[in-house]
């Protein structure tokens, strides 16, 4: 692939941030998504190479923290988003998907906000089978749209009320799966070609390196803190999704 300094520049900063959001942040993990589209024609197949790659580090390091409850309910509903985003992605394009993600997602946030404003450690937890079926089918769209459904997972967390180890553990594996079924579709799209794995594999060091600040991170922070910084981070990505 030819890259000038500038591209291997924003290819690395999004591998250490793919990094620390697969580990400890979960909620940096949207911001690669319009920094690798600045640089690159088939953004979405990179970036997938560079996520996998980063699950392998989060899965290693969370492999006892995943509620694998709620990743079995999740994961038909995102199978059926991930064929509908591939279907999806002859009719609509990133500039289309983006502000609908947004808006979604800022919805959701503002729907828990008013929960857990006004019920506290009393809201109630949904346990509505409709609940995992529509965050799932949303993940798996949006993920296989845009690699977007960071912010998705945040708000279906979120509600869940997990601690912050099983938090970021359950979202690991869950996108572990996940990625690995878009595989097929985003090589038969040509999104995923040999190049960008080559150039994938050449972004190990810097994806190790942010998933060893993500678990600095993740072992420090405390709970409360862990909840806000998230919450803050997705009002911000779904903001910066809407422009």
């Known amino acids: 692939m030819d890259i000038d ?7 690395a900063l999004c591998a250490i941030i793919v990094g620390i959001a697969k580990t400890g ?3 940096l993990g949207i911001l690669p998504v319009p920094l690798m589209a600045l640089g690159f024609d088939k953004s979405p197949g990179i970036l997938l190479g560079i996520l996998i790659l980063a699950d392998l580090f989060a899965v290693a390091y969370h492999r ?6 709620h990743v079995i309910r999740l994961l038909p509903a995102a199978f059926a988003g991930i064929l509908a985003g591939y279907f999806g992605l002859r009719r ?7 502000p609908i993600i947004g808006v979604i997602v800022l919805v959701m946030l503002g729907v828990n906000y008013w929960r857990t404003r006004a019920s506290g450690e009393d809201a109630p937890i949904p346990a509505q089978w409709w609940f995992a079926v529509a965050l799932g089918f949303m993940a798996g769209i949006t993920t296989m749209m845009a690699n977007a459904a960071g912010p998705v997972m945040v708000i279906y967390l979120l509600a869940m009320r997990l601690p912050k180890m099983e938090f970021v553990g359950t979202s690991a594996w869950f996108f572990f799966v996940v990625n690995w079924l878009k595989v097929p579709l985003s090589a038969k799209l040509d999104l995923m070609t040999v190049e960008s794995v080559k150039l994938n594999l050449m ?10 600040v993500g678990i600095f991170f993740l072992r ?3 709970q409360k803190a862990f909840s806000t910084i998230v919450q803050v981070l997705t009002l911000a990505a779904a903001i910066k999704l809407l422009f």
Request: charged share 15%.
């Open 5 to 11: 300094l500038t591209g291997w520049i924003v290819v």
């Open 220 to 222: 420090r922070v405390p």
């Open 64 to 69: 006892h923290n995943a509620k694998w409850s």
């Open 92 to 98: 609509v394009d990133d500039d289309q998907l983006r």
């Open 203 to 212: 972004m190990l060091p810097f994806i190790a390196v942010g998933a060893a």
């Open 25 to 27: 942040v979960p909620g």
